[in-house]
């Protein structure tokens, strides 16, 4: 295991209780806490402060560029949290734009928080007129992604935007039986905040109704989810609906399952599950936590739904 601390390596002088890393596909930043054995007070002389730079990494997994956004000390320990979005990225903002594509509005919006953007398969749609309104770059970006159905991952200084189809169609990297999980695995079906179809309703400018229902094959029972999110033609309203009701219900089927220590999974990766009958399939990781001191990888995921591709 290696602890770099603003540029320096300071593994060998630190006594390492605690080392977790959470790696995310999308919707929240990566995260990292740390705990030390701190008896002398070194961390309090050594004055850290909130949106100090930090790196943890083992064998091949790296947390990438971290940013402290949280410590404390107490019985003899130092506790640290870092995110992989810098602070200042959480100011709220308001801007308006007219005539732009999606990559040109995710650079810029990138780029002002000090993110370098990276997309993978993402087409470049061209919009209207967008408005954030009181609200941080990364979530504004966020909530556009999920109307087309992207994934916006933060980590290392980069914004990576891909399309969530593509990447669920890859192949699963490892195979998931039984016998591999620690005992309080969980997988588990639920109609809860499930929808049966979304409607989008919305007047522009020129006092043109904007009205369509999206309601797929086989969908799920349900209430209808409704949404007066700004469309400018049925085009637009027909992949907002369709990729709002994906964001909620692709988590009819999820596993939550804890394994030995694997580096080389990741957030996006997809696991195949073997032999748990109506459980068994394809699953997407949503979330994974890796335990360097434990040895412990805990996967959060979602079974991937044909219907849904």
């Not at 522009?204 to 409704?226: C, E, H, Q, R």
């Not at 309203?237 to 694997?262: H, M, P, Q, V, W």
Request: glycine share 4%.
């Amino acid at each position: 295991m290696k602890l770099i601390y603003e540029g320096v390596d300071i593994t060998k002088g630190v006594d390492i209780m605690h080392a977790v890393i959470c790696d995310n596909a999308g919707g929240k930043s990566d995260d990292l806490e740390i705990i030390f054995s701190d008896r002398e007070r070194n961390w309090s002389r050594w004055n850290p402060k909130k949106g100090d730079k930090i790196i943890l990494s083992k064998d091949a997994f790296s947390s990438g560029n971290m940013y402290v956004d949280d410590f404390s000390l107490y019985n003899g320990k130092f506790k640290m949290k870092a995110k992989s979005l810098p602070l200042h990225a959480k100011t709220p903002k308001v801007n308006m734009w007219e005539e732009i594509r999606f990559i040109k509005l995710a650079e810029d919006m990138a780029k002002e928080v000090g993110l370098k953007l990276e997309t993978y398969d993402i087409k470049d749609y061209l919009y209207k007129r967008i408005d954030q309104v009181d609200i941080n770059n990364i979530e504004f970006l966020n909530q556009r992604c999920i109307l087309e159905g992207y994934g916006l991952k933060v980590t290392d200084d980069k914004a990576i935007i891909y399309d969530e189809r593509v990447f669920e169609r890859y192949k699963p990297v490892i195979d998931i039986y039984e016998d591999m999980l620690y005992s309080n695995y969980e997988f588990k079906s639920s109609s809860f905040g499930l929808y049966s179809s979304c409607s989008l309703s919305y007047l522009t400018s020129d006092n043109k109704l904007i009205n369509y229902v999206y309601s797929p094959n086989n969908a799920p029972n349900g209430t209808v989810m409704k949404t007066n999110i700004r469309a400018t033609n049925l085009a637009e309203a027909e992949r907002y609906t369709k990729n709002l009701l994906r964001s909620t219900n692709k988590f009819e089927y999820t596993g939550n399952f804890s394994i030995d220590l694997n580096t080389s999974l990741a957030a996006t990766n997809i696991v195949d599950v073997k032999d748990l009958g109506s459980f068994s399939g394809r699953y997407f990781i949503e979330s994974i936590r890796h335990n360097l001191i434990n040895n412990i990888s805990s996967v959060s995921s979602r079974k991937i739904m044909e219907e849904l591709l």
